[in-house]
């Protein structure tokens, strides 16, 4: 099973920016699907964006497009997430996801995904 952790979040002002780191370990090296659900108190769990570490493919949620950057480091095993102009609305617990299996155009289409490896979750909070 494929280990996952995220680090970074915190709380911000609407307006303000957040960058969240994710690693994966735990395979053979290889290039695979990363990306970040959200869940808020109440609601249901959101895939928020995906990347594919070998050739950079992403894919976002329309809640999140033009705000949300998710970028992979130069190991293909590291991805962050540039969150700006967050809103209250982003609030919520974020976490890093992966997926050994996924070829590229499954992780950039937006499919139904259900990862293969989870991180702990780390926490968004955006006050007005």
């Known amino acids: 099973q494929v280990h996952v952790v995220e680090s970074g979040g915190g709380s911000v002002q609407a307006g303000g920016s957040l960058t969240l780191s994710c690693a994966a370990s735990g395979y053979t090296y290889r290039s695979i699907c990363m990306g970040w659900f959200r869940q808020a108190p109440g609601k249901e769990r959101e895939g928020v964006a995906r990347?594919?570490?070998?050739?950079?493919?992403?894919y976002y949620a329309d809640s999140v497009k033009g705000r949300f950057t998710i970028s992979r480091g130069n190991a293909k095993n590291t991805v962050y997430l540039q969150m700006n102009s967050l809103k209250p609305e982003d609030t919520a617990m974020y976490y890093c996801?992966?997926?050994?299996?996924?070829?590229?155009?499954?992780?950039?289409?937006?499919?139904?995904?259900?990862?293969?490896?989870w991180g702990q979750g780390t926490q968004v909070t955006v006050s007005s």
């Open positions: 990347i594919y570490t070998g050739g950079g493919s992403t």
């Open positions: 996801a992966a997926d050994v299996s996924l070829t590229d155009g499954y992780c950039s289409g937006g499919y139904p995904w259900l990862p293969n490896g």
